[in-house]
């Protein structure tokens, strides 16, 4: 099953694109040619963009504590496996923990770094970190590829306790799903919602379908619109019905 995950606010918007961010930095901090740990490097830039927001630590921190605060309330009741309530509590008060620590401005080791910032401008213009133009950077795309891996733990290493943050919420919002199997006929789907407020939606579909999710809603209604693609790759509409799963997640 293929998962698409659509947020229903700013929020949650952000930190599915952070979450985005921390996959592929690791992932091609991992590899070893030049130019993988360039991408790694420019997911970095784009993880400043992203976290510049400046009530982001505090929004993430308040949402932490209050999900503590509804886990604490679970430890009378007896319905309630203590082991995982004490595991989920030590994960979301570790999130906490790293996050109040972590001073200053999210990124700002980046922007002190005139380095850094130099190539950060030049990766804005198209083929603008070419060895003619950075120098220096070329020089350190040819160092070692384990001092350049070493280098951008380092200066990733200061985003890390974002990424905990980030995992522990989404993951408790994945978690607090409500499923259910639906059928989109001729490729349209509609769902009163009922004036209650929903955080993500998440539709899994039969990859063998060919059929694409266009997701809209607000407080009272769920809208899915299924496309499919020809030769040429645009979506057009799917003219059959279309069977899925639909996950509504609030906190």
């Given at each position: ?9 700013e ?7 952070l979450e985005?961010?921390f996959?592929?930095?690791d ?12 991408v790694?490097?420019v997911?970095?830039?784009?993880l ?15 949402e932490?504590?209050r999900?503590?605060q509804?886990?604490?309330?679970y430890?009378?009741?007896p319905?309630v496996?203590?082991t ?9 008060e ?16 980046i922007?002190?770094n005139?380095?850094l910032?130099?190539i950060r ?6 083929g603008g970190?070419?060895?003619?133009d950075?120098p ?11 001092d ?14 974002l ?12 978690e ?13 789907f ?8 929903y ?18 809603a ?16 645009r979506?057009?509409?799917?003219e ?12």
């Amino acid at each position: 099953m293929i998962l698409y995950e659509y947020p229903l606010n700013e929020r949650v918007r952000t930190l599915l694109r952070l979450e985005d961010l921390f996959v592929r930095l690791d992932h091609f901090c991992h590899e070893e040619h030049p130019l993988a740990h360039h991408v790694a490097l420019v997911t970095l830039f784009e993880l400043i963009e992203v976290s510049a927001r400046a009530d982001l630590k505090s929004d993430l921190l308040q949402e932490l504590e209050r999900q503590r605060q509804t886990l604490l309330g679970y430890r009378s009741n007896p319905q309630v496996s203590s082991t995982a309530l004490e595991q989920v509590l030590g994960d979301v008060e570790s999130a906490w923990n790293g996050l109040s620590q972590a001073t200053g401005r999210i990124g700002q080791h980046i922007r002190d770094n005139e380095w850094l910032m130099s190539i950060r401008s030049r990766t804005n213009i198209a083929g603008g970190a070419c060895q003619f133009d950075l120098p220096s950077y070329f020089a350190w795309q040819n160092h070692a590829a384990a001092d350049r891996q070493a280098d951008i733990t380092a200066w990733g290493g200061p985003f890390r306790p974002l990424e905990s943050g980030v995992a522990v919420i989404l993951k408790m919002l994945r978690e607090s799903a409500q499923r259910s199997h639906q059928s989109a006929e001729t490729g349209s789907f509609q769902q009163p919602l009922g004036g209650k407020t929903y955080q993500m939606v998440q539709v899994r579909i039969d990859p063998d379908l060919g059929a694409i999710p266009e997701i809209s809603a607000n407080k009272y209604l769920l809208w899915i619109r299924f496309t499919t693609q020809g030769g040429d790759l645009r979506p057009r509409p799917f003219e059959g019905n279309v069977e899925f799963d639909l996950s509504l997640c609030n906190l």
